[in-house]
């Protein structure tokens, strides 16, 4: 999948004008892309256009028209786009009660080594962005990949059941892609 440059980035103005239309759009794209695993874990499946929204809204959201700036906002998020035969999310880690908000998140430490895509008979283990976790510490955001091998790309390509699961001492679930979400995915898949 190309990487995103200056190129593909509005300035501010030129954004407010199609900034509503664009912002559905995304919407109605992330809904095929966000899946549930269970009801505390969600992956918003990234690709070109996410991640050119993301700029976009970030862009407007702290006012910034500087070039080298912008260019330095385009290299951090470019981090989200996958590499060829790659799949790559944000993994939300949901708590709605903000109460014990600290505690709660702790009884996720360790999940960097729990989440798996399974396609066909492959099992693909989530590698997770470093830094996001700590002995004491984990962000309710964290960016994963899953680099499929190339059995498992073509698995995956060829319709074959897709599931998602969080195999986590305090927390298991999983989930069967849909047709929709499968097939978003394997357009990804095919973009390399």
């Given at each position: 999948?190309?990487?995103?440059?200056?190129?593909?980035i509005?300035?501010?103005?030129?954004?407010e004008?199609?900034?509503?239309?664009?912002?559905?759009?995304?919407i109605?794209l992330?809904?095929?892309?966000r899946?549930?695993?269970g009801?505390?874990?969600?992956?918003?499946?990234?690709?070109r256009?996410?991640?050119?929204?993301?700029?976009?809204?970030?862009?407007?959201a702290?006012?910034?028209?500087?070039?080298?700036?912008i260019?330095?906002?385009?290299?951090?998020?470019?981090?989200?786009?996958?590499a060829?035969?790659?799949?790559?999310?944000?993994?939300?880690?949901?708590?709605?009660?903000q109460?014990n908000?600290?505690?709660?998140l702790?009884?996720?430490l360790?999940?960097?080594?729990?989440?798996?895509?399974?396609?066909?008979?492959?099992?693909?283990?989530?590698?997770?962005?470093q830094?996001?976790?700590?002995?004491?510490?984990i962000?309710?955001?964290?960016?994963?990949?899953?680099?499929?091998?190339?059995?498992?790309?073509?698995?995956?390509?060829?319709?074959?059941?897709?599931s998602?699961?969080?195999?986590?001492e305090?927390?298991?679930?999983?989930?069967v892609l849909?047709a929709?979400?499968?097939?978003?995915?394997?357009?990804d898949?095919?973009?390399?």
């Open positions: 999948m190309r990487k995103v440059v200056l190129d593909d509005l300035g501010l103005s030129a954004y004008k199609v900034r509503q239309e664009y912002r559905q759009k995304i109605d992330k809904k095929k892309r899946i549930s695993i009801n505390k874990i969600s992956l918003v499946f990234e690709n256009d996410t991640v050119i929204f993301q700029i976009q809204e970030m862009l407007r702290e006012r910034v028209s500087d070039l080298d700036k260019r330095d906002e385009i290299t951090v998020y470019n981090e989200l786009i996958p060829p035969s790659e799949l790559s999310a944000t993994l939300f880690i949901e708590i709605e009660d109460t908000l600290r505690d709660d702790l009884k996720f360790g999940i960097d080594e729990t989440v798996y895509l399974q396609v066909g008979d492959q099992r693909v283990q989530a590698a997770f962005e830094g996001r976790s700590k002995e004491d510490k962000s309710a955001v964290q960016y994963v990949r899953f680099q499929l091998n190339p059995k498992a790309r073509k698995a995956f390509l060829d319709g074959e059941p897709v998602l699961s969080v195999e986590h305090n927390y298991k679930a999983s989930c849909t929709e979400a499968h097939n978003a995915l394997a357009a898949l095919m973009d390399a």
